[in-house]
């Protein structure tokens, strides 16, 4: 999406990239349907401000179909300002509805009559498959509808021509993430949110007492929510419409629950999706798991529905960020739309927007349904995707302990350790390696205090059961610094060598990956580090080479929304203000950008797109304009380092003079509260997830090695493992060398750098966005594999 040339912010001329694109004549309405999911409001914000920049004019179109059929006073043009402080807000301010009337021709007629007096013929549908279905109908028989209006007077003949066809784009709002082709829905992240702080809650009040806890998730025909929540919070049991438990679960989820409390562990936490089924189709609910574990062991249990709690809240940072990108993506779509392209959805795959065939993503997603009915369970998972497959993988290595004799020993032993400053999502990720270790035959051992604690020898054995309750817990148990090894090669080696240490696991930021070149360059002169080596990217900063996204990012980047969000409300009272805050991230600006577009703001400075006075000054001016409309506030982000004398201080002081008489300024430096907090759902999958993947090659490695004494040292043997697009990478740390910046400490080639332009639009700047780099209609054939969840490699 293009950089942006600082000129065109003040200049004002039409941006380069959308020449062809402009939407000038055209009219679009975006309208909410089917069961609400928060970030639906984002979305509508993203379509209206962009539908405006492009010259087009947009309608809200209320209640969903139902207000397209009333028509009059539910179909209304929307301004800047209609979309202002709605970005934070769950739901969908324009209201959504079920609607039979438009299931009926002649609702659709009366739908397609108040569409065309207004000259509406691009619809933008934020919605369900159901709703996404409506729509498609709708376009196929808009031209025989508007001839029936023209035979009937109700719509003059010209009319017919000059609105012809209809194009259509959907965007999937839906909290089960139950569609296929797009790795998340809009809300899942959001609904994600909520059950985990549930689950967290939960866990404090039964820890006290000795309890088990049944909890029921949303997801009436997809497990998804279900499945990842006990991954996230390493429930005991789960219970999905695609995988009904195997015959006999009765005896052996009891097994499971009283040997847990024969180990003294006092929390039993069991998740139940709501359409949880047997083998046999039958719905297994929430009370008779209840009364099976009461009537068996006698266990003092409670059942929690948590119901549409799921549903409400504020949108998380994730469900913002996708749903601006999609709501800007539909634009562009419809603007490019002719008569021949087929109705579309706009998708995320990994980190990239792209267009898939609507009716094809529909298709798939009733497959799955039909798998179901018909019992094969197996397909039905397949169908739901390679990521939905993984995570229930990887839930099942993690839940269940094979006896020590089913487990075939390796005699390796390995070793993992947290370097850097902590990151949330760490413990995640130390509990997941040493769970995977353990199930492949491996010894492992806990560094404690990072390369400091490792040549004073503070490591220990660490069992499947030590590791238990660590998903939830913020920051690093086992305790990280940020010193390199190069210091203590000597003792560290030493200490490989007294432990037998045949594999080596590193989780943590920037100084993680420069203590691994140091290990791959200090391998001519100590044998020791001739083992593998990988490091898992945790930190908030999100710079480290090799990967788009860093565990500990996601959690930073909610804390920054929700203060701003918090702060932006404090100036609800009083009139004119402007908000400076500084963000962390050292000299990477993702925090800054990310937490920019999150959390709407005016702008933001970073150090990857450097800035001078004038930019200051067109900004000033930007802020004077706006406090003229009703919007009376205004929110700036600065990176930390993004300049020498730039400071939070002096760009405060500038504001401040500058803004006389028509705003006042405030600033906040957020601090470390960024690397602290619970990890988001997010970051306790992803580590979960990306660790296991790491102790998968290590074990890989170890098996083709065995018995032979052999040394590693070629470069694939000392890798930083990285999620890229879509794909997790193991890249030899040497081959990253020549794409890091050192003396800043971040990556020569960032790709949230083509976002820049997007909070640059939203926040009314005259910003290219280059539409080249946007997603051309693909297929679903050679992605079906890829589709739901976080990025599909994970």
């Known amino acids: 999406m293009g950089d942006v040339d600082s000129s065109s912010a003040s200049s004002g001329s039409f941006p ?56 009059g006073s539910n179909i209304v043009e929307a301004n800047w300002e209609s979309v202002s402080s ?45 709703s996404l279905t409506g729509a498609n109908l709708f376009r196929k028989e808009w031209n025989g509808l508007l001839e029936e209006l023209a035979k009937n007077g109700e719509i003059d003949k010209d009319a017919v021509e000059k609105h012809s066809y209809l194009n259509v784009v959907g965007m999937v709002g839906s909290i089960d993430n139950d569609f296929c082709g797009t790795d998340m829905t809009i809300g899942t992240d959001s609904a994600l949110h909520r059950i985990i702080e549930v689950v967290d809650a939960i866990m404090t009040t039964a820890q006290s007492h000795q309890r088990t806890f049944v909890l029921e998730v949303m997801g009436r025909h997809c ?22 438990p195997e015959e006999g679960w009765e005896e052996n989820m009891c097994l499971k629950l009283s040997e847990n409390r024969a180990q003294k562990k006092r929390l039993n936490i069991i998740i139940v999706a709501e359409g949880a089924i047997d083998t046999q189709n039958k719905p297994i609910s929430s009370e008779k798991i209840k009364e099976l574990v009461v009537k068996q062991l006698g266990f003092d249990t409670r059942v929690t529905i948590l119901g549409h709690v799921q549903r409400g809240g504020t949108p998380s940072a994730f ?49 799955v349904q039909k798998a179901m009915d018909e ?120 200490q490989m060598r007294s432990h037998s240490i045949n594999a080596l696991l590193i989780i ?77 991230g050292g000299y990477c600006g993702y925090l800054a950008n990310m937490g920019g577009l999150a959390a709407g703001a005016d702008a933001a400075y970073i150090f990857e797109e450097p800035f001078d006075i004038r930019d200051l000054q067109s900004n000033v001016e930007h802020l004077t304009e706006k406090m003229k409309t009703t919007i009376q506030r205004g929110l700036v982000l600065r990176n930390e380092s993004c300049s020498v004398n730039y400071t939070t201080d002096f760009i405060y002081q500038l504001y401040s003079e500058e803004g006389k008489g028509v705003f006042d300024c405030r600033k906040n430096v957020l601090g470390h509260m960024q690397q602290g907090g619970s990890p988001s759902p997010f970051d306790r999958n ?14 890989d490695k170890l098996k083709g090695s065995q018995g032979t004494g052999k040394k590693f040292v070629s470069d694939d ?70 589709s739901h969840g976080e990025p599909a490699a994970i």
């Not at 409001?41 to 993203?46: E, G, I, L, S």
């Not at 179109?61 to 059929?69: A, F, K, L, S, T």
């Not at 998804?224 to 695609?242: I, K, M, Q, R, T």
């Not at 660790?691 to 090659?697: F, N, T």
């Open 16 to 71: 380069k990239y959308l020449e062809h694109l402009s939407g000038d004549g055209k009219a679009i309405g975006v309208l909410t349907s089917g069961g609400d999911a928060q970030g639906m409001n984002a979305a509508v914000r993203a379509v209206v401000r962009m539908g405006i920049y492009v010259g087009a004019k947009v309608y809200f179109i209320y209640e969903g179909y139902q207000g397209m059929v009333d028509g």
């Open 717 to 786: 043997s000392i890798c930083v493992l990285g999620i890229i697009k879509r794909d997790l990478l193991f890249q030899p740390v040497v081959e990253l060398k020549k794409e890091t910046d050192f003396e800043h400490r971040i990556p020569k080639e960032q790709w949230w750098l083509k976002l820049r332009p997007l909070m640059k639009i939203l926040a009314k700047y005259k910003a290219s966005y280059d539409v080249s780099d946007a997603g051309k209609l693909e297929s679903l054939g050679h992605h079906h594999a890829t």
């Open 223 to 244: 497990g998804y929510l279900a499945l990842v929540s006990a991954l996230a919070c390493g429930a005991d049991w789960v219970f999905l419409p695609e995988s009904p």
């Open 686 to 699: 992803f580590g979960t997830k990306i660790s296991a993947r790491a102790m998968e090659w290590i074990t």
């Open 86 to 130: 709605i970005l934070q807000v769950g739901g969908t301010i324009i209201g959504s509805a079920r609607c039979q009337a438009f299931r009926s021709r002649e609702g659709r007629l009366k739908a397609a009559c108040n569409l065309v007096r207004l000259g509406i013929t691009n619809l933008c549908v934020i919605g369900g498959d159901g």
């Open 319 to 367: 469900d913002r960020i996708l749903a601006s990108r999609m709501g800007v993506e539909a634009v562009v779509a419809l603007l490019e739309a002719t008569p021949q392209t087929p109705a579309c959805v706009v998708s995320l795959r990994g980190n990239h927007a792209v267009r898939l065939p609507l009716m094809e993503c529909v298709q798939m997603t009733q497959d």
């Open 508 to 584: 943590g930021g920037f100084e993680a990956y420069l203590g691994l070149l140091e290990l791959a360059a200090a391998r001519e002169k100590h044998e020791e580090f001739c083992v593998p080596m990988v490091m898992v990217p945790a930190t908030v900063s999100n710079n480290v080479p090799g990967s788009d996204f860093s565990i500990g990012a996601d959690t930073a980047l909610n804390t920054i929304t929700d203060t701003c969000d918090r702060i932006k409300q404090s100036a609800s009272g009083t009139k004119r203000r402007v908000f400076i805050i500084e963000t962390m």
């Open 375 to 494: 019992r094969r369970f197996k397909d039905a998972v397949q169908l739901r995707g390679r990521s939905f497959e993984g995570n229930l993988k990887t839930y099942k290595r993690l839940a269940m302990k094979l006896p020590d004799d089913k487990i075939t020993k390796s005699n390796c032993n390995v070793a993992v350790i947290n370097v850097g400053a902590p990151a949330a999502g760490m413990n995640a990720a130390v509990r997941s390696a040493v769970r995977v270790g353990i199930a492949d035959g491996h010894r492992m051992y806990a560094v404690y205090d990072g390369f400091d604690g490792f040549a004073k020898g503070q490591v220990k054995e660490i069992r499947w059961g030590d590791v238990g309750g660590w998903t939830g817990q913020g920051g690093s148990i086992l305790g990280t610094k940020r010193t390199l090894p190069g210091k203590h090669l000597e003792s560290i080696a030493e």
